[in-house]
Every structure is written in C-alpha cells, then in structure tokens.
C-alpha cells in the first residue's frame, strides 16, 4: 500500500489559482476525477510510488479558497481512493477557522470523505512573517483544538527558520512540512544551510515531513538521483522513517518530467537505507497515524 500524501486537482472555472500562470504549460486547465484517476492508476509511469488499486490518495488544497474544498469533493465523491482533503482555513483569521473546517467537513463528508489537516499558501505572498504573528498563531490553537494537521508550505530558509519557534508555541499541533521545506538539490553550500535550518524543526516530536516536491533541475539521470539520495539520507537522520510521508506532487510534477521521475528517485533511495518495516511506514504508515487513516500492513 502506497498512501500519495500529495496531490491537487484544480478547476480555474471555478476557483481563481494565483500561481497558475499560461506559462505553466501543462498545468494549465482542468485537472479533476478522469485524471486523478489516471494518476494512480498507472503503475508503469509511477512504478514504485503508485499501484493502481493499492495506491490511496491525500488531495491538498490548490488555492486559499472555500470554493477550492467542493472541487476536491467533487473529485473523491467519483474516486474511492481519495482517503482525505487538506483544507484550506483563514489561519490568520482565528475566528473564522472553526466555521470554515466545519464547512469543509459536511462537504467532504457528503463525498465519502473527510477533513485531515489544513493548510493556506497565504505566507508564499506575505513572507515568512506570516507564520509569527499573533492572529495566525492563534488559528493555529483552533487547528490543534480541532485535532487536524497543520501543513507548513515553507518556500525559503527565512520561512525554514520561523518554524522552530512556532512548533514551540504548539507541542501539541501536528505539524507537515511540506516538500522537506524545499533543499535546494545540487547545491553544497545552500544544501548545508537548509539543513542546520531544519535539524532544530525535526528535534520536535510532533513534526513530520513530506519526501515530495524534489524535482529534477536540469541533470543528468544519475547525478540527479544521487542528490535525492543526499536530501533522503539527510531526511531520515533528521526525521527517521516514522516521521516521513511520499507525496508525488502531481501534477505540479508534469513540468519535471512527470511524476515517475522524483517518486523513483526517492523510492530508490528509501529502498537503498531501509528494511521492510520502515519502509512500510514511510509509504503508507506514517500518513495513516499522521491522518487517521485506516493502517494497511501490506
């Protein structure tokens, strides 16, 4: 069993995307239920990551939206193997949290699923500031009282460096980084700094995070599937295999050759480092504890 703890659908008739640009190629148009589908069906370009039937599926809010929670409804009331939504909630809005998660969650429900944790791209445009101030840390207890995942999209070291202190002020929230807070793959030097960056995030608990967004930049096969092993070795000494989760980043992985290419690299690299069980816990047991899922021991 693989749980993908990672994966959009989008539908820009509906809900207004920011990010996505015409410049964005493949990404740009519909992505709902047929190619979700498709997604994890196709064990020959997913190979070790997704097997058909025996891949379920994480979607994560695409945009800071509440219309952006029925497009992924839409899209787990036709697939079975949706498992869970993360939802976007106005954090910074502490007020207004509670309603909006209970929103979500009739109409996930409705879908024959359910809320999981809750994430927002807001400090992508406002900077890393965003995680500290006050209103947004006090959305972060309602996520906490709510009992749901805290997904962090740090995008930059100064965002990596705001995280230690924030997990401080919440033992109890489970927070995700996502995307292992962006390794700059390739680069010694800044590679060193993300992580001395990241080592004080993973020294809490109650923090995991996500093997998924280590896309290629342009090198050749094997020299890029050696940077992924660095990042994944550094990833396991910092986390160990029961705080790690895969995550294929589809279909934002369509502008770096598919997702074929990173989950490969990673599995490759887990399967180099790790055994039987703890291998089973970074494809499908951590995100089962991380997200209330059903626990699958094959």
Request: proline fraction near 7%; aromatic fraction near 6%; hydrophobic fraction near 45%.
């Amino acid at each position: 069993m693989i749980v993908d703890t990672h994966a959009h659908v989008w539908d820009p008739a509906r809900v207004r995307y920011p990010w996505l640009r015409p410049s964005m190629g493949p990404l740009v148009g519909t992505f709902g239920y047929p190619d979700l589908a498709a997604h994890l069906d196709d064990e020959h370009e997913l190979e070790a990551c997704d097997r058909g039937e025996h891949v379920r599926a994480v979607l994560v809010q695409a945009a800071d939206d509440p219309r952006d929670v029925e497009v992924m409804a839409d899209v787990a009331a036709d697939e079975p193997r949706v498992a869970g939504l993360v939802v976007w909630a106005p954090v910074d809005r502490p007020e207004l949290v509670e309603g909006e998660v209970e929103r979500a969650g009739v109409i996930a429900a409705d879908a024959g699923t359910r809320v999981v944790g809750v994430r927002t791209m807001q400090h992508r445009d406002e900077g890393a500031a965003w995680l500290t101030r006050p209103e947004t840390d006090a959305g972060l207890a309602v996520v906490d009282a709510l009992g749901l995942a805290y997904e962090c999209l740090v995008t930059t070291p100064d965002g990596l460096a705001q995280l230690p202190a924030v997990v401080e002020r919440h033992p109890g929230l489970r927070f995700v980084v996502d995307h292992l807070g962006r390794p700059p793959l390739g680069d010694a030097d800044a590679l060193a700094h993300w992580r001395a960056l990241l080592a004080p995030v993973a020294q809490h608990p109650g923090v995991v995070a996500k093997l998924s967004g280590l896309f290629p930049r342009g090198v050749p096969g094997r020299e890029y599937a050696d940077q992924v092993r660095e990042v994944v070795d550094v990833a396991l000494e910092l986390f160990g295999p029961r705080r790690l989760m895969l995550g294929s980043a589809w279909p934002v992985s369509l502008l770096h050759g598919g997702p074929a290419v990173a989950c490969v690299a990673v599995d490759a690299a887990l399967q180099a480092a790790l055994g039987h069980d703890d291998l089973h816990d970074v494809r499908a047991g951590t995100a089962s504890d991380v997200y209330g899922l059903a626990r699958v021991t094959s």
